[in-house]
Each structure stands twice: as C-alpha cells, then as structure tokens.
C-alpha cells in the first residue's frame, strides 16, 4: 500500500471514529432529556395525588395580608436557623400572596408554606422566556407533624407554579435537614449542587430542583426523529446561548 491510501485510510477511520462519537453523545442528550421529562411526568402525577388526598380538620388558605403575617412568622421563625427579617417576609407575601399557603386546624394557623414565581431566561429550551419557581420557607407546628400537612402545602404550591408556567422549582435547605430532604425527594426534586456555608450559621446547603413536565409535552415512548437528533446536535450548550463568537 503506498504512503498516500495508508494516510487516507487513517483518516477515514478518523473519521468515522469522529461520526461514531458524536452519534452516541447525541443518543445520550437525547435518553438524558427523554429520562428528565419522564421523571417530571411521573412526579406531576405524584403531586396530584397528594393533591387530592384528604386531611380531616385541615383548611388550606391562602395569605390574606398582614393579619397573617405575625403567625407565619413564628412558625418559620420557631424552626429555621435562618433568621429572616420582616422585609423578606413581606417581600415575598405581598408580591406572591397566591403562593403563601397556610393550613388551619381550628381556626389556628398549623403550617406555612411561602414561594415566589419569576421570570428565567430558560436554560431548557434556547431563546424561550420562562418562570421558575422558588420555596423560600416551609415550616409545619410540632404537633401536627409527620401527617403530610408539609407534602401537602409543597404540592399545592407546585401546582400553582405549574399553572403560572414554571418550568421548575427549586429550594435551598441545610444539608442535615434530613427531614425536609426526604419530604422533597420524596416528590421528586434532586440534589443540584451543594452550596458551601450558604446560611449565616455557616451550615452547607443543598440546592434541590423539581422539572416539571410542559403541558404540550407528548411522551408517545418512541425514539425520537432524525430531525429531533439534528435539533439536539445543533444546539449550542446552556452556557453558550445568547453568546456571540466575539465574546471573550
Ligand atoms: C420539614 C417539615 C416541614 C415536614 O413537615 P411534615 O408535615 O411533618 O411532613 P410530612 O408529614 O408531609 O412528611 C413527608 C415526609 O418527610 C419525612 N419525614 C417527616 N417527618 C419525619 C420524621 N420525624 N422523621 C423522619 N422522616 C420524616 C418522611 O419521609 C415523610 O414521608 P412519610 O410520612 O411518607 O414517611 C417539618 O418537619 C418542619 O416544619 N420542620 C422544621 C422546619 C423545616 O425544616 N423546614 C424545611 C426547610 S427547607
């Protein structure tokens, strides 16, 4: 075999080793993609019906205004190690009185839950406006723990993020904190980062995260078409959406 036809038969193989590559890093994007929406479907489904069940004696309400301030603040107060000043509760009840939800049990506030729902740039889909949603505090009276009081409130508040259009839900909580770990992983949020000394206590947090599933999504368990493939593949990668080639 001459010089030349060794050299070109190297780089054909080159080549398709190159081919065979991206093929499977695009197969991957895709089963890592198809795997989130399955998994955000399935804990839709899981909130709705904790949604659905029932707590005798409970009244799920929403925040009012002021008259409800002084008891969600001792309930928060009574059980974070975060000491949160009366302008981030008001900050976020009076900007987000839909999504401080109270339970009652005899006219007496038992739990709380408050979140907030703000305009992201979205990192799923390229050039698309979205909101994200955000539990700032959850907190449920001693006594009436471990009855789902907690799950409940997170639920309902997801599902009105989810009408708003969220795209998803995140929260920060302490690393310890294996209760409030549980409740959400329970509803299908995952550990995105950990955040060192993130509280002023110098306690570590964890950055949780819950996708929740887009309405028009269809998942008919079929692979996806070779156009969705070039789709994927044309895609640059979140950090680079937005950039011109001149950025440094
Ligand atoms: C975290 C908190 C809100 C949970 O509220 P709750 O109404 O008791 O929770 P639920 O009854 O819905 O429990 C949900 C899950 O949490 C876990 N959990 C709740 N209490 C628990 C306990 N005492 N021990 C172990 N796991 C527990 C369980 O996995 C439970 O699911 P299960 O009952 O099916 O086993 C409540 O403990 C609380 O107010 N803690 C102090 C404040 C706080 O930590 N807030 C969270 C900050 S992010």
């Not at 193989?13 to 499977?24: C, M, R, S, T």
Request: glycine share 6%.
């Amino acid at each position: 075999m001459t010089k030349q036809k060794k050299k070109s038969k190297q780089k054909k193989k080159e080549n398709n080793g190159d081919a065979e590559a991206l093929a499977k890093q695009i197969q991957q994007t895709t089963l890592d993609e198809t795997r989130r929406r399955r998994e955000a479907e399935r804990s839709r489904e899981l909130s709705r019906e904790l949604c659905a069940s029932r707590h005798d004696g409970v009244e799920w309400c929403e925040y009012e205004g002021e008259v409800n301030l002084p008891e969600v603040m001792r309930l928060v107060d009574d059980d974070l190690s975060e000491p949160y000043s009366i302008f981030t509760y008001r900050y976020f009840v009076k900007n987000w009185p839909s999504l401080c939800l109270l339970a009652k049990i005899e006219g007496e506030t038992v739990a709380c839950v408050v979140s907030k729902a703000e305009v992201e740039n979205s990192q799923l889909v390229a050039g698309e406006t979205c909101y994200r949603g955000y539990i700032a505090m959850l907190a449920v009276n001693n006594t009436y723990r471990r009855s789902g009081i907690g799950t409940a409130l997170v639920c309902r508040s997801i599902e009105r993020m989810r009408a708003m259009g969220c795209a998803e839900v995140i929260l920060e909580t302490e690393t310890t904190n294996t209760i409030a770990l549980s409740l959400y992983e329970k509803l299908g949020f995952a550990r995105d980062e950990r955040l060192f000394k993130y509280y002023l206590n110098g306690a570590d947090a964890f950055r949780l995260c819950l996708p929740l599933a887009r309405e028009d999504f269809v998942d008919d368990g079929l692979p996806p078409t070779p156009e969705a493939f070039r789709q994927l593949s044309a895609a640059p990668p979140p950090g680079e959406r937005g950039r011109s080639k001149s950025d440094p």
